[in-house]
């Protein structure tokens, strides 16, 4: 049998004359917007990418490498180019709730904005909170207060011990509180030369003790007092300075999202919680000192008061008394 007749190049090969191309580089020609050969495909995706409601979903089959994830993109860009541009959503957190965040919805583009102002807001307080209680008008502040606090409490305190020393009677601080002693030129008195006083000056003496101890006694009283009013004037400074410290970066995005109240309520929800956080940080701090009276104790052995010397009898409760 014999073999067919080889055919030549000619035969074989058509060349593409350049002359009939309206273009010089296939770079330059625009991408196909639709494949050829799949118009039932685009159909279906056309009918299931129009389907409204919730819970539908494309679900496309073919050979690996076929490009069906580039084909679906494309066909979903071109899709959503004629729809509604849809609105951001944001999950916030909820401060009342913290195991169920808040979704809220925000114009096309604003939710990354929103992300971005947040992300600055906290940045910026966690560095100007901490600075504002470091700083000197904070601490001059503070100071103020337990200046004024001790000033209170000494007057008082001076007032007695003037009175004391009118009438020849020492206030003593000793380890257990204060006490009173009979003096003559400026010095306390032995026990054995109080013995020599006559019984008219022992009476006078003992009766100017017991009311000078009961006026030290309601000085003291008041020292919870004071402490309670130092309390809540720090209360006031913090608040103040909180404030102030907060107000001009939250006020400004409270302006800047004014148009969706949504987006304020979280703003103000944040300024409500560093506000809490910041009295809880300073809640643990140490309060002015009254340490004008350090070891002043009731009898009974509570706090802020003086420890009187027993009573069995006048004569034996200034002896106690009197220590040099």
Same mark, same amino acid.
């Given at each position: 049998? &014999?073999?067919? @007749?080889a055919l030549? !190049?000619?035969?074989i090969?058509?060349?593409?004359?350049?002359?009939?191309?309206n #273009?010089e580089?296939?770079?330059?020609? !625009?991408?196909?917007e639709?494949? #050829?050969?799949?118009?039932?495909?685009?159909r279906?995706m056309e009918?299931?990418?129009?389907m409204?409601a919730?819970?539908f979903?494309?679900f $496309?089959l073919?050979?690996?490498?076929?490009?069906?994830?580039e084909? $679906?993109?494309? #066909?979903?860009?071109k899709?959503a180019e004629?729809?509604?541009?849809?609105?951001?959503w944001?999950?916030?957190?909820?401060f009342?709730?913290s195991d169920?965040?808040?979704?809220?919805?925000?114009?096309?583009?604003?939710?990354?904005?929103f992300?971005?102002?947040?992300?600055?807001?906290? &940045?910026?307080?966690?560095?100007a909170?901490? @600075?504002?209680?470091?700083s000197?008008?904070?601490q001059?502040?503070?100071?103020e207060?337990?200046?004024?606090?001790?000033?209170?409490q000494q007057?008082?305190l001076f007032a007695?011990?003037?009175?004391?020393?009118a009438?020849n009677?020492?206030?003593?601080?000793?380890p257990?509180?204060?006490?009173f002693a009979?003096?003559?030129?400026?010095?306390?008195?032995?026990?054995?030369?109080?013995?020599? #006083?006559?019984?008219?000056e022992k009476?006078?003496?003992?009766a100017?003790?017991?009311?000078?101890?009961?006026?030290?006694?309601?000085a003291?009283q008041q $020292?919870?007092r004071?402490r309670?009013?130092?309390?809540?004037?720090?209360?006031?400074?913090?608040? !103040?300075?909180?404030?102030?410290?907060?107000?001009?970066?939250?006020?400004e995005?409270r302006?800047?999202?004014?148009?969706?109240?949504? $987006?304020?309520?979280v703003?103000?929800?944040?300024?409500?919680?560093q506000?809490?956080?910041a009295?809880?940080?300073?809640?643990?701090?140490?309060?002015p000192?009254c340490s004008?009276f350090?070891r002043?104790?009731?009898r009974?052995g509570?706090?802020?008061d003086v420890?009187?010397?027993?009573?069995?009898?006048?004569?034996?409760?200034?002896?106690f &008394?009197i220590?040099?």
């Open positions: 049998m &014999a073999l067919p @007749a030549t !190049e000619d035969q090969y058509h060349r593409c004359p350049l002359d009939k191309l #273009f580089t296939t770079a330059t020609l !625009e991408e196909l639709l494949p #050829f050969g799949q118009e039932r495909l685009l279906a009918f299931g990418a129009s409204e919730n819970g979903n494309l $496309v073919g050979p690996s490498g076929a490009g069906k994830h084909l $679906v993109r494309q #066909f979903l860009d899709h004629g729809q509604p541009v849809p609105s951001d944001c999950h916030v957190f909820n009342q709730q169920k965040p808040k979704a809220i919805e925000l114009p096309p583009g604003e939710g990354g904005v992300k971005r102002d947040m992300s600055d807001l906290a &940045a910026e307080l966690k560095t909170i901490p @600075a504002t209680f470091e000197e008008e904070y001059a502040r503070i100071q207060l337990q200046e004024e606090v001790t000033r209170r007057k008082g007695i011990q003037e009175e004391a020393n009438n009677i020492a206030m003593l601080t000793t257990a509180g204060f006490t009979p003096m003559r030129n400026g010095e306390v008195i032995e026990p054995e030369e109080y013995k020599t #006083f006559s019984d008219d009476a006078l003496v003992e100017k003790v017991e009311d000078l101890q009961k006026k030290l006694q309601q003291i $020292v919870p004071l309670k009013e130092v309390r809540e004037r720090i209360h006031s400074l913090n608040e !103040e300075m909180v404030q102030l410290t907060l107000g001009g970066p939250i006020g995005l302006e800047k999202w004014s148009h969706l109240p949504e $987006v304020e309520s703003v103000w929800s944040q300024m409500r919680s506000r809490r956080a009295r809880l940080a300073l809640h643990n701090e140490s309060l000192r004008t350090p002043a104790r009731y009974n509570s706090r802020g420890n009187l010397p027993g009573r069995q009898k006048r004569s034996s409760r200034l002896r &008394a220590r040099r």
